[in-house]
């Protein structure tokens, strides 16, 4: 880990001022084979998920072919996934074309090659799913941004009220233990902030209990078991592989927990699906929808950003926790407490977040499939995709391309720093470029500022509180794992 500048922020070389392709690119075939109906979907699940792992069955295809486009087989294949054909986008040239919803079609390709069934979700597509040329896309999108510009002055507050809860738990568990499994008090954490935030009530007071990130894991886990590995013994892969990668699990085993996140957001958002219904969206489909939003987007998203960025930090070392320190400290002191121009001011603290975002981005996948006939451009390269084709990108080589990023495999504090912050057009992980904005015409997550302002506070609240920390990281089913091991508290603030 690094957390040193890098001398050179972009590597990456062009023929025009904006960094688009080279127009001279040959034109050549995508490489690459779907192999036999049936039996080449099954072969690249298995070399997926048990030969290879995910980023070696990326990274040898990438070899074989010597190209970053190629022809393959997606997860889970059959018979949860009708068609498992796409066309690999694996740099950072080629991957933006999935932004570009006048080219590619957003319609049900969420989470990839598949579609959860829409009983988890109420009998509804919900927002994610909806391409923007379908009319409730802007009508829900829409909504979304005006709830979170309702809710922005509690943004701040009730994230450093939830943080202090947080690191309370925190310190008590490692007092008793030694170190603390920071995950599972991060999830409590979270779902707690998402409550609160879009309820404006605490979920212990209401029939939740407790046990409202435990319901929504289980609700994630039903969407989301397609995409995944439990790591099980090699003699148990087959069953594992028939389980979760062959049929969808069945929705009614989740109904109960899911009606009751249902119903206690239903029943603590009255304003809220009064708007909606004056903007013409039913009461219950606005309330399915705002579900989705604080439990797969937000909830599901802080449960792998977050340990993901402490991970990141933590093993950086003490070098960039003491800068990180330094700059927190002073500029709070200077402002007057933690407010919106003090995090804009603390640009190591921003470059860490953009660092952690780029290094491990909380959601890998990208899915599209093409309006018409199109050419995709590579480093190298010039690629015709033709009309109906899906396309797929896989974010985490995308944004490593060492034809852009210097080091692309190390964590580098400074990266976003000065000039550095050229590079903010090459990360990826909303659904769009850094540098641009949500819109109800694009796919852009609507909550991007808001999870950048988030990981921006968990920062300054960990070293207004500690001068370092140490941690074990590991991984889990989707993200990765972070144990504190040790826990310097602050000597001056």
Known sequence: MSSKPSSSPSKLQSSSSDDSPPTDLPLKPIPGSYGKPFFGPIKDRLDYFYHQGKDTFFQTRIQEHQS?????????GPFISSNSNVIALLDAISFPILFDTSKVQKLNVFVGTYMPSTALTGGYRVCAYLDPSEPKHALLKRLIFSILASLHDKFIPLFRNCLSELFVNLEDQFSDKGKVYFNTISDKMSFDFVFRLFCDQNPLDTRLGSKGSTMSDKWLFFQLAPLMTLGLPKLLNFFEDLLLHTFPLPAFLVKSDYN?????????????????????????????????????????????????????????????????????????????????????????????????????????????????????????????????????????????????????????????????????????????????????????????????????????????????????AGTLLLGSSATFTSLTKATSI
């Not at 970053?68 to 889970?76: I, K, S």
């Open 68 to 76: 970053t486009v190629f022809r393959t087989n997606m997860p889970p």
């Open 260 to 472: 009751k996140l249902y119903n206690a957001f239903y029943g603590s958002m009255a304003s809220i699906l009064d708007e909606a219904e004056q903007s013409g969206i039913k009461r219950n489909e606005a309330c399915h929808n705002l579900v989705f939003m604080a439990g797969f987007n937000t909830y599901g998203g802080l449960k792998t950003l977050l340990p993901a960025l402490i991970k990141w930090v933590g093993l950086a070392g003490e070098k960039l926790h003491r800068e990180l320190c330094d700059e927190i400290r002073t500029i709070v002191r200077a402002e007057g407490g933690v407010t919106f121009s003090a995090l804009e001011k603390m640009t190591l603290t921003k470059s860490v977040v953009y660092e952690a975002l780029r290094i491990e981005p909380p959601v890998a996948f990208q899915y599209g499939k093409a309006k018409e006939d199109l050419v995709v451009h590579s480093h190298d390269a010039a690629f015709e995709i033709k009309k109906g084709e899906m396309i797929f990108g896989y974010q985490p080589f995308a944004t490593k391309d060492p034809k852009v990023f210097e080091d692309p495999e190390e964590f580098v504090g400074h990266r976003f720093v000065g000039e550095g912050e050229k590079l903010l057009k090459y990360v990826y992980w909303s659904n769009g470029r850094e540098i641009d904005d949500p819109t109800v015409e694009n796919k852009q997550c609507p909550a991007k500022d808001l999870v950048v302002l988030l990981s921006r506070v968990m920062l300054v609240e960990l070293f207004l509180r500690y001068d370092t920390f140490t941690i074990e």
